[in-house]
């Protein structure tokens, strides 16, 4: 069975940084794509940032293009979401979750599109 764990969210101030990992059981991490998604109270769950099995291909929500970047070393089945010029619309919860299917596929942008999900790290940002 597959296992997500993120770590590195907490409280932060606008306009600093946060880095996010989730660490990832399993022994074909590295031929699947990697997402992360946030959740804001009473809002729908929203696709931050993918990455393809190798990083060759990234894409990201327009809200946080140019700010956060998705990465992934697949030596250690990890993959990492750096959050910088963080806003207080941030604020939510940030899941990392596993593709459906591996290698590339056209089938990122949604929640369906994902079977394996991390517990999810808070991540606040006061103004």
């Known amino acids: 069975q597959v296992q997500l764990v993120e770590s590195g969210g907490g409280l932060v101030q606008a306009g600093g940084s946060l880095r996010l990992s989730c660490a990832a059981s399993?022994?074909?991490?590295?031929?699947?794509?990697m997402g992360w998604f946030r959740q804001a109270p009473g809002k729908e769950r929203e696709l931050v940032a993918a990455?393809?099995?190798?990083?060759?291909?990234?894409a990201y929500a327009d809200s946080v293009k140019g700010r956060f970047t998705i990465s992934r070393d697949n030596a250690k089945n990890t993959v990492y979401l750096q959050m910088n010029i963080l806003k207080p619309e941030d604020t939510a919860v940030y899941y990392c979750?596993?593709?459906?299917?591996?290698?590339?596929?056209?089938?990122?942008?949604?929640?369906?599109?994902?079977?394996?999900w991390g517990q999810g790290t808070q991540v606040t940002v006061s103004s």
């Open positions: 979750a596993r593709s459906t299917t591996r290698y590339d596929s056209a089938l990122y942008r949604r929640t369906r599109d994902y079977d394996y």
């Open positions: 399993g022994r074909t991490f590295s031929s699947y794509t």
């Open positions: 990455i393809n099995w190798n990083g060759g291909f990234t």
